[in-house]
């Protein structure tokens, strides 16, 4: 043996091998003498302290979002402190550089969210909003608040835009992470009652209706006479001299407008409450998302509870609200899933098409605009009773996870930020005529699902590329019309790859 400096090594081992043991040698003598200066602390307690001299603890986070102009909840990779790689706009990214600047963070830790161990409980997709979300973390939560401040949440949302609200925060057991004990969350969707009104008897889709449902429109009453007292979509003559017939824009023709004033008739209400009950229970809802086959065992998805509530008339629209409570989602589920109930209703396709498309055909479901999405809360009933009862030998004191003590903040955000948002968009932009439109007009046998017979026609299926794993339209020749063949093509855009193996995304 031979002592070099105050290591000792075994002589023989190769100069490089002696360096290596040097080194780690000195890293646990330096450990150790800083754990001692600690004393009770521990090698714990150090790491907490190396943050502004603050020690972190877990937490979970109330946060409020609306979705407009946002990315979705994610995570840029290796957030900076003042800024995000390449302008992305995220609702974490946001979140978390406001708890950095506001102290919550330590600035050891600024440039990465994966140094405190975030984890948010559902993972929403581009313009969702969120009256509710969750985001676990291991946080300082007394750092220096300067005056004027009641508290960190306060504090923290003085560096977040008026559209992202932390409504407060509580201590958490060790365990806690809130993706995985979150139990089941709740979300709504809010769509105008126009989007019952049936296609007009012109369009593309109602001309494929006539063809393999004869007498499909009489079975929808009240809203089939109001569709059909429109102006028509095409005018003879106008076109110039030479040409024939011409379409008019129906913002031109006051389409818009006229459609705004539908009231929705018990008929029509009671057929979409029929086809959403569908939904309820555990099914294969393969066809409501992207990237999974039939035989993935993680489509089995399980729906608790689904509410329609009576339509209610704010300013010049009329819109119905959907309650959905379900253990988890997919991503573009929920959206699909309305869409599906909305087309369905308005083209007297009966409640027996719904179970269809749990078996292995494979179809197009198309999206609804995510706009009418939101998130209303997750939810921890398994963790509240966890701490409530101090079971599985928990002894800390913990509180149960409560969005009821921010109601009243949340309801105020809800009413402001996002449905008057919705409303506004709603009649500046026309999403949701502009979507009805898009389906009216789609060429081809990808909608043929839609008819009265409840089946799938083997024209409306699917092939699979195996090459890419990814669903294609059987009818790619041109046979479907460019706008629905866009909204088909553009299903995988935006999406994290990763992320979707490992069922992360969802809305």
């Known amino acids: 043996m031979e002592e070099i400096g105050e290591e000792v090594v075994e002589a023989g ?18 450990r150790d003498k800083r754990v001692e200066l600690l004393g009770d602390l521990g090698r714990r307690g150090l790491r907490e302290k190396m943050s502004f001299g603050y020690p972190r603890r877990s937490v979970q986070s109330y946060l409020g979002i609306a979705g407009q102009g946002i990315m979705g909840c994610k995570f840029p990779p290796l957030l900076t402190l003042f800024s995000q790689p390449d302008g992305a706009k995220t609702i974490e990214g946001e979140f978390f550089a406001a708890l950095v600047k506001a102290g919550a963070v330590s600035s050891d830790n600024a440039d990465d969210h994966r140094k405190v161990d975030v984890q948010r409980a559902a993972r929403t997709d581009a313009g969702v909003h969120a009256a509710g979300n969750v985001i676990s973390m291991k946080m300082i939560l007394e750092p220096p608040i300067p005056e004027g401040f009641k508290d960190l949440a306060d504090y923290v949302n003085s560096f977040l835009p ?27 969707y809010v769509f105008p009652s126009y989007c019952l009104l049936p296609p007009s008897r012109t369009d593309p889709l109602a001309l494929q209706l006539d063809a393999s449902s004869p007498g499909w429109r009489d079975t929808l009453g009240a809203a089939a006479e109001f569709a059909d007292a429109a102006e028509p979509t ?34 029509t209400m009671g057929r979409f409450r029929d086809l959403v009950k569908e939904y309820l229970g555990t099914h294969n809802f393969h066809n409501y998302t992207v990237g999974k086959p039939f035989n993935d065992r993680t489509v089995k998805r399980y729906m608790i509870e689904i509410n329609v509530r009576d339509p209610q008339v704010v300013g010049e629209i009329e819109w119905v609200s959907v309650s959905i409570h379900g253990q988890s989602f997919m991503l573009h589920q929920i ?41 209303e809360a997750p939810q921890f009933s398994v963790y509240n009773m966890r701490v409530s009862e101090k079971t599985n030998g928990l002894e800390a004191d913990r509180e149960p996870v409560d969005f009821g003590l921010y109601q009243a903040q949340i309801d105020e955000f809800k009413l402001k930020h996002i449905y008057d948002q919705l409303r506004a968009d709603e009649l500046q932009s026309h999403v949701f005529h502009k979507w009805i439109r898009q389906m009216d007009c789609a060429i081809g046998p990808t909608l043929s699902f839609l008819n009265t017979h409840g089946i799938i026609p083997p024209e409306a299926q699917l092939s699979i590329n195996k090459s890419k794993g990814d669903n294609k339209d059987a009818a790619a020749d041109g046979a479907v019309d460019n706008a629905l063949q866009n909204e088909i093509q553009s299903e995988d855009e935006e999406v994290d790859q990763e992320l979707l193996k490992r069922g992360e995304l969802e809305g």
Not at 24 to 30: E, N, Q, S, W
Not at 162 to 188: H, N
Not at 338 to 362: D, H, N, Q, V, W
Request: glycine share 12%; hydrophobic share 30%; with cysteine.
């Open 335 to 375: 959206r699909k899933m309305m869409s599906l109930a909305m087309l369905a209703c308005r083209t007297g396709s009966p409640p027996a098409l719904i179970p269809e498309t749990y078996g292995p055909k494979r179809i197009h479901v198309p999206k609804a605009p995510p706009l009418g999405l939101l998130l």
């Open 162 to 188: 008026p559209t992202i609200r932390m409504w407060g925060f509580v201590r958490t057991v060790k365990s806690f992470q809130a993706r995985l004990t979150c139990d089941s969350r709740k979300y709504e």
């Open 234 to 267: 095409v005018k003879s003559g106008e076109g110039g001299e030479g040409e024939g017939d011409v379409d008019v824009d129906p913002k031109a023709r006051g389409e818009y407008e006229r459609r705004r004033g539908w009231r929705i008739d018990p008929g």
């Open 13 to 30: 081992g190769g100069r490089e091998e002696i360096e290596v043991q040097n080194k780690r040698a000195r890293r646990v003598t330096r």
